[in-house]
């Protein structure tokens, strides 16, 4: 038993006794490391080991000299004094000729250098290293381990820095020969590293002999093809291993007369496609690391190398890592350079090489074959690495990319100009150089392109041409093209996309003009002078297009849908808006013109200055664009000249979109003068002009922020008005009561409105200027239904914003009304249950962040905590089951996980339900299946009747879907507690096979398989 008292021999002997099992060993010797830690001086260990270490008997002497590596390893902070310390160093070192004790003695020489280093004197690193490299047994004769272990001692020396030249040249020498055949990956990792790091270190020692014995005994590796075991417990990877001998490559620049013929030899022969992937890898790593100087013997083979596998490779993947190779390369000969005569017969020797090849396989080859194809790779590739590159196939190879441009239609020129379009996406958009290469011959490739899109028939080549003249215009930093050329170029997209007969022609132009806006105010500027006019015009004077073979629906369609991408530009949008805003309301197309409208204010929302200039403007309008359409709608409204409803829902959404993004200053005009016209005007959603009545509703969802810069009078002038409009709403009409549901979401708790208001609200027998409470009219039988049903969508939506809000008095006392309506005899029952589907429901248009909502992130959990005790009952009816499973659907499921024993028999009850019942219960029920499987094995009847029931009457595909997930999760309880229903399951899942929904009856034939094989 361990102690901090223990004695010390007796741990010493038992330890030390073969004979004692596992745990009395590992008892011994925490006693022993305890006792040196605390007071025992290690010389008192090593007198106590005495007569073991001499013993006769083999395990005795082993575990005597484990025990002082086991001392030595477990503590680091061990004081010794120097003469200790080599004493222990000695001791060990004549200790290796003893074979039962040697991995002890490695272990024990590889704590005493690590962590006592500096108490040993430079000459005992020799003797280590000769001892080492002159066993009895050689490294490369001892088990993995112990290999390691030696690995490790010599790793240390070196990295101690005490061996001079010759002695580092004879540690690699015997370092060499001990890692000969190395066969673990463990060992192997250990010595691909150690070897790169000798290379690094002694590399003024290494010659021709020891360049070619490194190369001897690490080319064997390669390539690597190592695969972990599944579960590997060391994380050795196959990645670990290539990098470790590229690094042994590349380690001194020696290695380059070996290294790179071995590669290219082996990359000639290989025909697996991940080994030729990895010598691609390992050629390219190597020429970017070795100097120029040993790489101009080897630049020509390499180059033809790889670019034979940029044409000819095996699939795509291995074309890719050749063109990666090739960059790679091209970047290690570009200037600038170190050595820049060295530099020129390399670029001379590798790229001229390749361009010219490249260029005369061009001109020799169809334009469209695969040979002409992986040419233009090679091109491409060593244009895109830098200026020179770039500058050097642009003289030699563009004049022939050009002419094959334009000298043969059909499939020929798609491929000439899609090599041309590849090319010019080469050029650098980051560095802005004062002599662009490029500039000499931006006039004849315009030209080109230009003639190129006139004249081509077929979609893709218009396209091509289309993204050529993109990269002229877009790529460069610097504008290549000056002012007359660009506006020739716009007018020609404009052109395509109003005339051009393919649609996606139409939409490669159009996405041009938008990037070309989108670059800088300058060019949106000149988007906007010289394109958005056409647009308009197709506006003003609708016309069908023959050329587009578009009616005039579909152009109108068509334009509204670019002017709506152009807008994403700041100048545009501002310019843009308010002439679509302005079209006359009589218009064919006015009500698709007002859409887009709105459609360009949602696209631009994330704009806080987009959103402001909607409802503020500028200084140089009188009037914003709202304030002119809520004008006209007034109008038109009193003279009811037109249908305004579309109009009224297209400015609505521009008010909650300014209302949600815009600036507190631009909410709070926008807030101020709806309420003024709603409160002041004749002509008001709140007498009696219903139209306008999606107005003031947009602007009160989202007033949150905005709420407290209302004058003290506008409130309690506008909340009468409103609990009036919502006692008179039917139907599905909501809108009321969510305007009130947004205004007490966010209104300030201290002040009077408040109190008074949630009070009269809460109390059945308050008054409140002379009107009765929703609670009471929902009690109240002698009234209508309808006039009940709407006090009660009215009170539901007021205690969801209570509920939001996590108010600590009225959300529960709200909550409790309706659960007592729940349990108690009540004709509106149903109804009531009902709602609560819209007390739980998540909305994007009110009490939503994005809304200003105050919403308390514990609102769900507080919920459930009050309901469920006043819900839950043993014989709870329909209604109850389906406000209580709304409200836990809807809950937090670590929340539940206390409940789920009771919770889960109702949710079996319920999955043969239809409607809102039966699609939480299915919701509740897969989360009860996730968290603890047991709950349900007492119901496997109802279980498997109810789930097989919801896999073929679901309301929704995913209900489906989800039902077939639970039962597929059955399938691996015990088999005996679901054998019964195995023929059931399976006969039954024939119906969700013929679902009408691809995806369902995929998932059925998966489960139904999965039972099948049970």
């Not at 070897?195 to 190369?215: P, S």
């Not at 500028?618 to 409803?645: E, P």
């Not at 309420?675 to 004749?682: H, N, V």
């Not at 789920?900 to 109702?906: D, M, T």
Request: with cysteine.
């Amino acid at each position: 038993m361990f102690s901090l008292d223990a004695p010390l021999q007796p741990a010493i002997d038992g330890f030390v006794d073969p004979e004692n099992g596992e745990q009395q060993h590992t008892t011994h010797l925490n006693n022993v490391v305890m006792s040196v830690h605390r007071k025992t001086p290690i010389e008192q260990v090593i007198q106590g080991l005495g007569a073991h270490l001499t013993h006769v008997q083999d395990k005795r002497r082993a575990r005597a000299t484990l025990l002082l590596a086991e001392v030595l390893t477990r503590l680091p902070d061990l004081r010794l004094s120097s003469d200790t310390a080599h004493l222990l160093l000695t001791f060990f070192l004549e200790r290796l000729k003893d074979g039962p004790s040697m991995a002890a003695c490695l272990k024990a020489l590889v704590a005493l250098i690590s962590l006592h280093a500096a108490l040993l004197p430079a000459n005992d690193a020799w003797t280590v290293v000769e001892t080492l490299l002159n066993l009895p047994t050689p490294i490369a004769s001892l088990s993995q381990s112990m290999r390691k272990q030696s690995f490790e001692l010599l790793q240390l020396i070196v990295r101690r820095g005490a061996l001079g030249d010759h002695e580092g040249r004879v540690l690699m020498d015997g370092f060499l020969r001990a890692m000969s055949g190395e066969k673990d990956p463990r060992n192997l990792l250990f010595c691909l590293r150690f070897a790169a790091e000798l290379l690094t270190t002694y590399a003024n020692v290494v010659d021709a002999d020891v360049a070619k014995g490194f190369f001897d005994a690490t080319s064997c590796y390669f390539p690597i093809t190592f695969r972990p075991p599944p579960n590997d417990p060391y994380g050795i990877t196959s990645e670990d291993l290539v990098l470790a001998l590229r690094s042994v490559f590349v380690g001194h620049d020696s290695l380059a007369k070996h290294v790179l013929p071995m590669v290219l030899d082996k990359l000639s022969r290989t025909t697996v496609v991940e080994m030729t992937k990895d010598i691609l890898e390992t050629l390219a790593f190597c020429c970017a690391k070795y100097p120029l100087n040993r790489l101009l013997l080897h630049f020509t083979p390499v180059a033809a190398a790889v670019y034979h596998h940029v044409l000819h490779g095996d699939n795509t993947a291995v074309i890719a890592v050749a063109i990666d190779a090739l960059k790679t390369i091209t970047r290690a000969v570009s200037p600038p350079s170190k050595l820049p005569g060295m530099q020129a017969l390399a670029w001379n020797k590798c790229i001229v090489y390749l361009v010219n090849q490249a260029v005369e396989d061009l001109a020799h080859q169809a334009p469209d074959s695969m040979v002409s194809t992986g040419a233009g790779h090679v091109l491409c590739a060593i244009a895109s690495v830098g200026v020179a590159g770039f500058s050097h196939v642009l003289s030699s190879a563009l004049a022939l990319l050009l002419e094959q441009c334009a000298a043969q239609a059909g499939s020929p020129a798609e491929a000439a100009t899609a090599r041309l379009v590849q090319l010019l996406g080469c050029i650098d958009a980051e560095v802005d150089h004062s002599a662009p290469p490029l500039v000499p011959y931006v006039s004849a490739i315009q030209t080109t392109l230009v003639h190129g899109l006139e004249t081509a028939t077929s979609s893709r080549q218009q396209k091509l041409c289309l993204q050529g003249l993109r990269c002229l215009v877009l790529r460069p930093p610097s504008p290549l093209l000056d002012d007359a050329s660009l506006e020739v170029l716009l007018q020609g997209w404009t052109s395509t996309v109003l005339s051009n007969p393919f649609p996606d022609v139409r939409d490669e132009a159009t996405s041009t003009l938008q990037a070309i806006a989108l670059k800088s105010p300058g060019l949106a500027q000149i988007v906007l002078t010289r394109c958005v006019p056409s647009f308009l015009q197709v506006l003003e004077q609708p016309a069908a297009n023959a050329a587009s073979g578009r009616s005039i629906e579909v152009m109108v369609h068509d334009t509204l849908a670019v002017l709506t991408q152009l807008s994403l530009a700041p100048a545009i949008f501002e310019a843009l808006l308010l002439p679509l805003c302005q079209i006359s309301w009589t218009h064919p197309f006015a009500t698709a013109t007002m859409a887009a409208a709105a459609d360009i204010v949602r696209v631009n929302k994330g704009s806080v200055a987009c959103m402001d200039y909607v409802i503020l403007g500028t200084r140089d309008t009188s009037s914003s664009v709202l304030s002119r359409l809520v004008d006209a709608l007034v109008v038109h409204v009193r003279t009811q000249s037109i249908d305004v409803r579309p109009i009224v829902r297209a400015t609505a959404s521009m008010s909650a979109h300014v209302m949600q993004c815009g600036s507190l200053p631009a909410q709070t005009t926008l807030l101020t003068s709806t309420l003024q016209l709603a409160l002041t005007s004749d002509i008001s959603p709140l007498r009696g002009h219903a139209q306008l009545l999606p107005l003031l509703n947009a602007v009160l969802y989202s007033c949150g922020a905005a709420l407290t810069a209302l004058e003290p009078d506008v409130l309690p002038r506008l909340l009468p008005q409103l609990f009036t409009l919502a006692a008179q709403s039917r139907g599905d009409d909501e809108s009321i009561p969510k305007a009130l549901a947004a205004l007490f979401n966010v209104l300030p708790e201290d002040t009077p409105l408040f109190a008074a208001y949630l009070k009269w609200i809460t109390s059945p027998d308050a008054r409140l200027e002379g009107m009765a409470s929703p609670a009471a009219v929902i009690l109240d039988a002698t009234c209508s239904q309808d006039t009940r049903l709407a006090a009660l969508q009215t009170y539901v939506y007021l205690c969801k914003a209570m509920v939001l809000r996590g108010h600590a008095t009225y959300a529960p006392a709200m909550l409790s009304l309706l659960c007592s309506l729940l349990t108690s005899p009540f004709d509106l029952r149903p109804a009531v249950a009902t709602s609560f589907a819209a007390l739980v429901a998540e909305s994007d248009d009110v009490l939503a962040p994005a809304c200003h909502a105050s919403i308390s992130c514990v609102h769900r959990q507080r919920t459930f905590a009050h309901v469920f005790p006043l819900l839950f009952q043993s014989n709870l009816d329909y209604e109850g089951r389906v406000a209580l499973l709304l409200i836990v659907a809807h809950t937090p499921q670590a929340i539940l996980v206390p409940s789920l024993a009771q919770i889960a028999p109702l949710v079996i009850l319920a999955l043969t339900e239809t409607g809102l019942l039966g699609h939480s219960a299915l919701a509740t029920f897969k989360m009860c299946l996730q968290q603890d499987p047991n709950l349900v094995q007492g119901f496997f009847k109802d279980v498997f009747n109810g789930l097989l029931w919801q896999t073929q009457f679901g309301q929704s595909a995913r209900d489906r879907m989800d039902a077939l997930e639970c039962i597929g999760v059955l399938a691996s309880t015990k088999y005996d507690l679901i054998h019964p229903y195995k023929e059931m399951v399976i006969k039954r899942l024939l119906a969700p096979i013929d679902d009408r929904k691809r995806v369902v009856r995929q998932l059925a034939v998966k489960v139904r398989n999965q039972w099948s094989i049970l």
